[in-house]
């Protein structure tokens, strides 16, 4: 181990200007100060304990079959060539079997539960707080980012999906009555997938078999990494847009990726972690 007091000038401060007596490191007091960075480091490497990539995670939803040309004509809304965007728009490539690819980020409130104190007399005594209500709003929010495409996602379904709820509304409506339009549709759910790795092989035959199924085309090229795994799931339930950002378009020089920041409503979330390793 390196001398930690190397360099430095010892003596007995006796005199003015001179330094004090350092004592020789203690070797046992300074491997129990490292210990825990130690520690530390060796829980890092476990699964439970490791960081998660904040990139790695998927965004899946359906896209209302109510987002039509008719169906906005009919409330005087014109979205001209609206359902043939729409069925290149969710393809199997963009939506379906990927996750949403034009969603780049997403966010969701935490939980409030609101205290307070008991207004009374209680002489000298502490009032004690107690616990009052969640979050009082109905309906909880979710920022979903989607960027802007050729043929454009933020302009032929979350600008028509919001237009038309802004016109069916939420309110109950009979079933019979409305059977045809279906407008319970309109709310969707919104699954997100956070993923991760899942480590490395820990034997030789568990590598053997990530190299058999992982090999690069055949070649046995290894790839040591375990296969990835969705460590948690939130999935937000009858979810619909409320609001969306302006898109700007400008003659500048640095062609950015344009993005629109879109506000989901929901009634409640369901979470859950779907995988554990050793």
Not at 205 to 224: C, D, F, K, P, W
Request: glycine fraction near 6%; charge should be negative.
């Amino acid at each position: 181990m390196a001398d930690l007091l190397q360099g430095l000038i010892v003596g007995n401060g006796s005199e003015p200007g001179e330094p004090f007596n350092v004592p020789p490191p203690n070797a046992n007091l300074v491997t129990n100060i490292a210990a825990p960075h130690t520690k530390f480091l060796d829980a890092l490497s476990q699964y439970g304990a490791s960081v998660p990539i904040n990139s790695f995670w998927i965004v899946q939803f359906d896209i209302p079959y109510l987002i039509t040309e008719q169906n906005l004509r009919n409330l005087s809304e014109t979205f001209a060539n609206n359902d043939l965007a729409k069925q290149t728009l969710e393809s199997d490539k963009f939506v379906k079997n990927v996750g949403c690819i034009f969603c780049r980020s997403f966010d969701f409130g935490g939980e409030i539960n609101t205290s307070s104190v008991p207004e009374m007399d209680v002489r000298g005594f502490r009032s004690v707080p107690f616990a009052g209500g969640r979050n009082s709003a109905l309906f909880g929010q979710l920022g979903l980012t989607f960027y802007e495409s050729t043929v454009s996602f933020i302009d032929y379904i979350i600008r028509p999906w919001i237009i038309l709820m802004s016109y069916y509304s939420t309110i109950a409506r009979n079933d019979a009555v409305y059977s045809n339009n279906n407008i319970s549709n309109l709310k969707q759910d919104i699954t997100c997938y956070l993923m991760t790795r899942t480590g490395i092989g820990n034997t030789q035959q568990q590598r053997e078999v990530n190299q058999t199924n992982n090999g690069s085309a055949g070649l046995g090229i290894a790839n040591y990494n375990n296969p990835w795994g969705v460590r948690k799931t939130i999935v937000f339930k009858n979810c619909f847009p409320k609001d969306m950002s302006t898109l700007d378009y400008n003659q500048s020089n640095n062609n950015n990726l344009e993005t629109a920041r879109t506000t989901f409503c929901y009634t409640s979330y369901e979470l859950t972690h779907t995988h554990f390793a050793n």
